[in-house]
């Protein structure tokens, strides 16, 4: 691994040390530059140190700014100078968490510091390190998200939800996590998963087409044909297969981003294996379709963007 050179560090940190601001200066310059996807090779690094530490030598003023921030920029997508640079005694970049939210009707995507690609689905909420530590890759999520997990054999990584924890090393798995419903729901598509408990000790061990959710308070483990078949929300499209129709509601919410009130004193029956919608189809003809294997009645209130269910 290529790393900064004693001297280039030393001379970057007496720039820091000569006025209190400039750590100051340095660490909102590494807040706003941290996550820019930025591509930069080696030798154009190399080349951008030598002109830090030139700037530094002749004139130590606010100018430097620029440049230390274009290097932590860099910094932020694992190249050349890496942790050593940043990971001195100035911020534990590790603690600082940073929130990504999708509004309703929206999806959204986000490249961990890792290279794990998270997929969120609407009314979604992830929370993450701007670094992960030398320990175990550790994330939050609230509402639904399509992980596509960058394989490291020595940081495992681990998803924590309201309800559990799903810990893997490198795979491919969807997770439903909504708190206020209690719904917990994880879908197995490549590799292996551990699911843990609040007291860190695994409960469940899933493998490819395999689904863990809670059903009335207790977890169970289902045996599934074509799983990635039955995800397809990344790609606009919604599986109805084995949903129940509260679920099923949830999944409209978040898909068309507007809000179902059910007002039915008995919800119907779904036996749906083959039913699929499409979002860019809008919800009227899901509900259309819907109502071909279900029995009811919806109303809209635009005021509120509620469709009430009778």
């Given at each position: 691994m290529n790393e900064a050179e004693s001297s280039e560090v030393a001379a970057i940190e007496a720039w820091l040390k000569e006025d209190k601001a400039h750590e100051q200066e340095f660490q909102n310059a590494y807040d706003r530059y941290v996550l820019t996807n930025l591509t930069v090779s080696k030798m154009e690094l190399k080349a951008e140190m030598a002109r830090v530490l030139e700037a530094a030598r002749a004139k130590r003023s606010r100018r430097i700014l620029a440049y230390v921030a274009s290097v932590a920029a860099a910094l932020a997508v694992g190249a050349f100078l890496t942790w050593n640079f940043v990971a001195r005694p100035l911020v534990d970049k590790s603690s600082q968490l940073m929130t990504f939210t999708t509004e309703a009707g929206q999806r959204a995507t986000v490249t961990l510091p890792d290279g794990t690609s998270v997929q969120l689905?609407?009314?979604?909420?992830?929370?993450?390190?701007?670094?992960?530590?030398?320990?175990?890759?550790?994330?939050?999520?609230?509402?639904?998200?399509?992980?596509?997990?960058?394989?490291?054999?020595?940081?495992?990584?681990?998803?924590?939800?309201?309800?559990?924890?799903?810990?893997?090393?490198?795979?491919?798995?969807?997770?439903?996590?909504?708190?206020?419903?209690?719904?917990?729901?994880?879908?197995?598509?490549?590799?292996?998963?551990?699911?843990?408990?609040?007291?860190?000790?695994?409960?469940?061990?899933?493998?490819?087409?395999?689904?863990?959710?809670?059903?009335?308070?207790?977890?169970?483990?289902?045996?599934?044909?074509?799983?990635?078949?039955?995800?397809?929300?990344?790609?606009?499209?919604?599986?109805?297969?084995?949903?129940?129709?509260?679920?099923?509601?949830?999944?409209?919410?978040?898909?068309?981003?507007?809000?179902?009130?059910?007002?039915?004193?008995?919800?119907p029956v779904l036996d749906l294996r083959r039913m699929k919608v499409n979002v860019n189809d809008g919800i009227v003809h899901a509900f259309s379709m819907l109502k071909l294997n279900a029995e009811f009645e919806y109303e809209y209130d635009d005021k509120s963007n509620t469709y009430y269910i009778r």
């Open positions: 689905n609407s009314c979604s909420e992830l929370r993450y390190p701007a670094v992960f530590s030398d320990g175990d890759r550790r994330v939050y999520v609230e509402g639904e998200a399509m992980f596509d997990v960058a394989k490291e054999t020595e940081r495992p990584f681990v998803v924590e939800t309201f309800a559990y924890d799903i810990k893997v090393l490198g795979t491919k798995f969807n997770v439903i996590a909504e708190e206020e419903c209690q719904e917990f729901c994880t879908a197995l598509i490549d590799g292996r998963v551990s699911i843990l408990n609040k007291e860190d000790v695994e409960v469940v061990e899933l493998r490819p087409d395999q689904i863990v959710k809670v059903i009335d308070g207790k977890l169970h483990k289902i045996q599934s044909d074509n799983v990635a078949a039955q995800y397809r929300w990344t790609d606009g499209v919604i599986s109805c297969s084995g949903q129940t129709f509260e679920e099923l509601m949830r999944k409209f919410e978040r898909s068309f981003g507007v809000n179902i009130e059910i007002e039915m004193t008995s919800v």
